[in-house]
């Protein structure tokens, strides 16, 4: 099983997924956690360009095959293998991330970013997506907080340092994509503790799998 979490920055993604691959652990399964960017080799250097602060003038085009050809290779070499091998896989952003910031936030077309994301993943669809939203303000103060615990990193900043209107049209977007799907979707109140975002995510996650009829023990 393929599940996908996304949401604008500082929503707590990472938090929620160990604890949720915690959880599926003492259940006797074995998780893969990944991420994207930067879920492979090729993706980690991938990762450092496309949120170095430094580079300037990136444009909209360049920045969205950086994404999508960590994609293409983080499907290849970790995903799809892990599927393959039966493991349950829990990705730190996906291709709704594309949506969202590619074509919510910079404006490029979404159709053709669907079609883009196909193409890198051979169509590879997530069976279910946690959508952690929270206000924008909530979420960049939260990101905000953890770089300055980092000390700081510039490497963290390209997509933090964004407009406000930038993340609030990102955010948007995911409530859009949540909308179209909600099948695929659950839409989680992520400006709850983190315990109570995790709790929410565990119901969702077992909502889905009592569906397809595959309780956890
Ligand atoms: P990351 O540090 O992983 O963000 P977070 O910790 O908030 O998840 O940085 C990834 C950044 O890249 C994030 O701002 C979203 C952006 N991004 C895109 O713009 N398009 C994409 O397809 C992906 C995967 C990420």
């Known amino acids: 099983m393929f599940v996908s979490f996304e949401g604008i920055e ?9 604890t949720l691959a915690a959880y599926l652990t003492a259940h006797g ?11 492979c080799a090729l993706g980690r250097s991938l990762r450092s360009l496309l949120l170095d602060a430094r580079i300037r003038g990136l444009s909209s085009r360049a920045e969205l095959f950086l994404f999508l ?7 290849a070499e970790v995903v799809r293998p892990a599927l393959e091998a039966g493991q349950i896989v ?3 952003r996906y291709t709704d991330s594309t949506l969202a910031y590619q074509g919510y936030g910079r404006g ?4 053709y970013l669907r079609r883009l994301n196909d193409a890198a ?7 279910l997506t946690l959508l952690l939203d929270l206000p924008v303000r909530c979420g960049l103060g939260r990101a905000g907080e953890r770089n300055r615990n980092k000390g700081l990193l510039v490497s963290e900043g390209r997509f933090d340092n964004e407009s406000l209107d930038f993340h609030e049209r990102v955010r948007r977007g995911y409530r859009a994509l949540a909308e179209e799907e909600p099948e695929r979707f659950a839409i ?6 983190p315990e109570d975002v995790a709790l929410q995510c565990r119901s969702a996650l077992e909502a889905h799998l009592s569906r397809r009829g595959k309780g956890l023990e």
């Open 121 to 127: 993943t051979g169509g590879l669809a997530p069976d």
């Open 69 to 75: 050809a960590d994609r293409a290779q983080h499907v």
């Open 29 to 39: 399964l074995d998780p893969v956690l990944t991420r994207e960017p930067g879920g």
């Open 188 to 193: 989680i109140d992520a400006a709850q503790p």
């Open 90 to 92: 829990l990705c730190d």
């Open 108 to 111: 490029l077309d979404t159709e």
């Open 10 to 18: 500082g929503a707590g993604k990472s938090t929620v997924m160990e």
